[in-house]
């Protein structure tokens, strides 16, 4: 008898659901996947932005990891928001003290509001400590220009941001294009361990209903590690999941709103989801 798949999200919490940890359980439990989780901070948040946050006690935070490495058999994990360089490295510590399978590092600076989810010294520990223990980092385009100091404006500046954040020690990249202006498509590159790469590509959806997008990729990419599908597989299967959770849209709150966690039931028979 094999054990069950178990992934683990090591992230903030979002109070009204639609993003941070949240969403990464729903996402992973959508995908068949058992999700457990780290608590690194707590938020007061809305889908009209984020009005306070408190990062959590570090002997509970490593408590946390602890618990789950004594009982769980933890096959993916991923990283959310993680608040400062101080639980940055209290997480980087944890993941260097326990075997939690791939890791998938986003790498979250900023929420669909605008409030900043990241201090500049916890930045520099991503870049230093995180991003070289991480299978895949999933930054978007302003994520990417703080961390390779380059400036995106174009498909070719995306391929030179991608090999740069390989040398930052990451094995596979994607660097989502949903912030590029472009009114038909929105296009992520994605750089493999191997050296190949390629574009995946979908119809831009006119809505402000996006809240959590980031989180559920990388949460839909560590649950199909942690069933054992390969690096590109996942992130197929995941870009795919992210298209239907915007395609499908709900109506929750008054700004940027959540993602429809379910909506790939509709399409999973034609989307091989």
């Known amino acids: 008898m094999t054990d069950f798949p178990q992934a683990l999200s090591i992230a903030g919490s979002d109070s009204s659901g639609g993003a941070g940890m949240q969403a990464d359980l729903k996402t992973m439990q959508e995908r068949h996947v058992y999700a457990a989780t780290v608590l690194v901070a707590i938020t007061a948040q809305n889908t009209l932005g984020v009005q306070d946050s408190l990062p959590l006690p570090a002997k509970i935070i490593n408590e946390q990891f602890t618990s789950i490495a004594d009982d769980l058999a933890i096959k993916a994990c991923k990283t959310g928001m993680l608040a400062d360089s101080e639980h940055v490295s209290i997480v980087v510590e944890n993941l260097k003290k326990y075997d939690f399978g791939p890791l ?8 669909k509001g605008g409030a900043t989810l990241l201090t500049e010294d916890a930045i520099i ?3 230093e400590n995180l991003i070289p223990l991480a299978t895949v980092v999933t930054p978007n385009i302003p994520e990417t220009e703080v961390l390779t100091g380059l400036t995106i404006n174009s498909k070719e500046d995306m391929i030179m941001a991608g090999k740069k954040m390989k040398t930052l020690g990451a094995k596979n990249v994607i660097i989502k ?5 472009s009114a ?3 296009s992520d590159f994605v750089l493999l361990e191997n050296g190949h790469s390629f574009w995946l590509s979908s119809k831009r959806i006119d809505t402000i209903r996006t809240h959590g997008t980031g989180d559920t990729l990388s949460a839909c990419i560590a649950a199909e590690l942690a069933k054992g599908a390969d690096v590109e597989t996942a992130i197929i299967t995941a870009k795919k999941y992210v298209e239907a959770t915007i395609a499908d849209g709900i109506i929750v709150g008054h700004g940027h709103g959540p993602l429809n966690h379910w909506a790939y039931r509709k399409v999973a028979k034609n989307a091989k989801l």
């Open 104 to 111: 998938i590092v986003d790498p979250v600076m900023v929420a």
């Open 177 to 181: 294009g949903g912030h590029q202006s």
């Open 184 to 186: 038909d498509t929105a």
């Open 125 to 127: 520990t991503i870049k």
